[in-house]
Nanobody
Framework: QVQLQESGGGLVQAGGSLRLSCAAS????????VGWFRQAPGKEREFIAV??????YYGDSVKGRFTISRDSAKSTSYLQMNSLKPEDTAVYYC??????????????????WGQGTQVTVSS
């Protein structure tokens, strides 16, 4: 069983930056694919980024602005968010699991989820 805990959310002005962290409870976290998703009020959960076997993939809405990384020694993943926009406002979730590449953008592919952290971008 893997427990995930996000942190680093908050209120930021448009154009600013935030770095989210996702800490895992177990060292085997390093073997999993790690993804970040977000959900705004009234909208479906949206794929943001994933890191799998050292390869990274991004959703079109964040490509070039967000960067996903992981520190296996700390069992932690990071999401660096730059050039934030009001439309980035959402609850951000990290997720982990054994995910095949063709399904990395699907939230249902991930077996473990954190509680989420709120990111609010003011205009």
């Amino acid at each position: 069983q893997v427990q995930l805990q996000e942190s680093g959310g908050g209120l930021v002005q448009a154009g600013g930056s935030l770095r989210l962290s996702c800490a895992a409870s177990v060292g085997t976290f390093r073997a999993y694919t790690v993804g970040w998703f977000r959900q705004a009020p009234g909208k479906e959960r949206e794929f943001i980024a994933v890191i799998k076997s050292g390869n990274t993939y991004y959703g079109d809405s964040v490509k070039g602005r967000f960067t996903i990384s992981r520190d296996s020694a700390k069992s932690t993943s990071y999401l660096q968010m730059n050039s934030l926009k009001p439309e980035d406002t959402a609850v951000y979730y990290c997720a982990a699991g054994n995910v095949i590449t063709s399904t990395i953008r699907r939230s249902e592919s991930y077996g473990y989820w954190g509680q989420g952290t709120q990111v609010t971008v003011s205009s």
